[in-house]
Structure formats: structure tokens, C-alpha cells
T-cell receptor
Framework: DGGITQSPKYLFRKEGQNVTLSCEQN?????MYWYRQDPGQGLRLIYYSQIVNDFQKGDIAEGYSVSREKKESFPLTVTSAQKNPTAFYLC??????????????FGEGSRLTVL | AQSVTQLDSQVPVFEEAPVELRCNYSSSVSVYLFWYVQYPNQGLQLLLKYLSGSTLVKGINGFVAEFNKSQSSFHLRKPSVHISDTAEYFCAVSDPRQGGSEKLVFGKGTKLTVNP
């Protein structure tokens, strides 16, 4: 079955450590996204990529980094510069630019807790 | 800029009762509209979408939504809810002219709790 796989589902980190969240899709979608979700705040866009080897900052990119070396993969690194990293992180994909309707396909999410 | 307002942050209802989750958006142009559902500790999944055509849109699990252009609304309804409908529901809007789902704007969500 086609879909998006995020790992790990739960992650604990000590302050000052970088962590990387994995996101893999087999939907053959061109575009991929990372969102952060906090209670009562909806979804906020961190980074997105419309094509391999290219990505753009979203609304809250500070303290995060991404790469897009393969179409299927879009890992997110939460760096020690992110002041409040504890959150639920969602990866999503869409068909791609010029064909998108705005419909997103989401992974199951990764919950990061900083101790 | 577009914005989405979900008028109720929490909606408690009893099982088999009808429910309406309200969504208003601000946009001066035509829009695409979506409702997503999120069950606890899971990702979002598409419930239904309006792109064009009939203003009454049917989705999964018996949900329907009605697009009302004059009122800039896209309310979600279900005539009889089940315990399993307990989840958070997100309304979202995008501008067809801007392409790219990075422009999708989400509301802050409505938590629906169905009680026995």
C-alpha cells in the first residue's frame, strides 16, 4: 500500500542534542512538507520541498534543517537552536506544483519530547 | 492573506446525536476547501474536499459539508455520531491560483467528543 512512513513514533532528547526525524513516501509525489503541531495551535509549516534537491522555509523554520536528496525521502533535523522543540511533528506529501489542489497526505507523526 | 476560523475549539455531544462543526474562511477569491480528521496520536486524513461543482460534499464516515460562498463558510455535519467519531477536525483552505499545497491554511481545530 502506498503511503508515508515516519519514524520514530516517539523520541526523547536531552537539551543540546540534535535529532533527526525520518519521512519516507512511496506515493511518487513530488512535494513533501514538515508541520509542527502544538495543542490548540493547529498545524504550522516548518519546511517544504517541491522537487528533489530543493526546499523552502515555511513559517517556523528557525532551529530546523532538512534535506531532499531523494524523491522518496525528506528528513527533518531538530537542532539544539530550536528553543522549544517538544511537539508532534507531521510529514506530508502532495502531487506537486502545478497539479496540486491543496490535498495533503500525512504520515502518522513523530512525538518529540525534550527532557 | 487567507485565514480559517473554526468557531468552536471543543464540541461535546452524545452518541447518535447530530453534530455541526463550523468553519469560516476569509478570502476574496475562489477557494479549495478541505476537512481533515485526526484521531489521537495519529496523522491527519482527508475527510472531504470541495474543489468546484455541487456545494454539498459527501465524505467518508457519513460526514457531509456545505460550501456557502455568500457566508464564506464550509460547515461539517453528521446526522448521527458514533463514539468512534471522537477526534480532532481541521478545516483548511487553499487558493487555486497559487498552486502548491504549501499555501494550505489550516484552522486551529475542533475537538469532537462523543459521549455514550
Amino acid at each position: 500500500d502506498g503511503g508515508i512512513t515516519q519514524s520514530p513514533k516517539y523520541l526523547f532528547r536531552k537539551e543540546g542534542q540534535n535529532v533527526t526525524l525520518s519521512c519516507e513516501q512511496n506515493l511518487n509525489h513530488d512535494a513533501m512538507y514538515w508541520y509542527r503541531q502544538d495543542p490548540g495551535q493547529g498545524l504550522r509549516l516548518i519546511y517544504y520541498s517541491q522537487i528533489v534537491n530543493d526546499f523552502q522555509k515555511g513559517d517556523i523554520a528557525e532551529g530546523y534543517s532538512v534535506s531532499r536528496e531523494k524523491k522518496e525521502s525528506f528528513p527533518l533535523t531538530v537542532t539544539s537552536a530550536q528553543k522549544n522543540p517538544t511537539a508532534f511533528y507531521l510529514c506530508a506529501s502532495s502531487i506537486g506544483p502545478f497539479r496540486d489542489t491543496g490535498e495533503l497526505f500525512f504520515g502518522e507523526g513523530s512525538r518529540l519530547t525534550v527532557l | 492573506a487567507q485565514s480559517v476560523t473554526q468557531l468552536d475549539s471543543q464540541v461535546p455531544v452524545f452518541e447518535e446525536a447530530p453534530v455541526e462543526l463550523r468553519c469560516n474562511y476569509s478570502s476574496s477569491v475562489s477557494v479549495y476547501l478541505f476537512w481533515y480528521v485526526q484521531y489521537p496520536n495519529q496523522g491527519l486524513q482527508l475527510l472531504l474536499k470541495y474543489l468546484s461543482g455541487s456545494t454539498l460534499v459527501k465524505g467518508i464516515n457519513g460526514f457531509v459539508a456545505e460550501f456557502n460562498k455568500s457566508q464564506s463558510s464550509f460547515h461539517l455535519r453528521k446526522p448521527s455520531v458514533h463514539i468512534s467519531d471522537t477526534a480532532e477536525y481541521f478545516c483548511a483552505v487553499s487558493d487555486p491560483r497559487q498552486g502548491g499545497s504549501e499555501k494550505l491554511v489550516f484552522g486551529k481545530g475542533t475537538k469532537l467528543t462523543v459521549n455514550p
